[in-house]
């Protein structure tokens, strides 16, 4: 909730809901991508002071996809507008999706009229409950068609709670390809969006330069 003194907005934050998966050398990553590796590099009883060795691919986790990742010629993180990756989010409960099943039209436009230029599309399916298993892999997918009707709306960030918002396995990527096309964004592997739980979240998902 917002209000305005002496003409600057003041935040009141009442909850703080963490999207991210946590980063271990667990974390499951999109088959064939570099596996990630933490471990320690200096100790207080060594060196004097702890640090992490930390060799992770660019996808390793919880993160966002530039341009640059599915298209030569797209912005790369550093160059991408930074207003892209903050906004009001709208979520789309799809939690009765199952393996390998399309996100349609028709699943999301009851939250059509809710979308709108700078606001952040959160398609939520549950399926970070599966990390660990097999079936994390074989997970809902968003059809093609939802998002070039959502990029005609002014969305350019979509964010979803599996690895991949297209099907992971296939040598074709739809959904990828239409973001990267109007240099939008794309954050992926995230998880807890059914804790969102109030209306009108503040999305904040500033990536390292």
Aim: net charge negative.
């Amino acid at each position: 909730m917002g209000c305005r003194k002496g003409g600057i907005v003041m935040l009141k934050v009442e909850k703080i809901v963490d999207l991210s998966l946590q980063l271990t050398n667990d974390t499951p990553i999109y088959p064939g991508d570099p596996e990630p590796n933490i471990s320690v590099a200096t100790t207080i009883e060594r060196d004097g002071y702890n640090l992490l060795h930390i060799h992770l691919g660019s996808q390793t986790g919880s993160h966002v996809d530039a341009p640059y990742h599915f298209i030569n010629e797209g912005q790369r993180v550093d160059e991408s507008d930074l207003r892209l990756f903050i906004g009001v989010g709208v979520v789309i409960p799809v939690i009765e999706k199952g393996e390998e099943e399309a996100i349609t039209l028709k699943d999301v436009e009851p939250y059509l009229d809710q979308l709108a230029s700078g606001k952040i599309v959160l398609f939520y399916t549950g399926w970070s409950k599966y990390v660990g298993e097999e079936k994390f892999f074989r997970h809902p997918y968003v059809h093609e068609d939802v998002i070039h009707e959502m990029i005609k709306r002014g969305i350019r960030t979509f964010f979803m709670d599996t690895i991949n918002i297209d099907r992971t396995g296939g040598t074709e990527f739809p959904v990828h390809d239409a973001v990267a096309k109007v240099n939008g964004i794309i954050a992926e592997n995230l998880t807890n969006f059914g804790a969102i739980d109030f209306p009108n979240p503040l999305i904040s998902a500033f990536p390292l330069r």
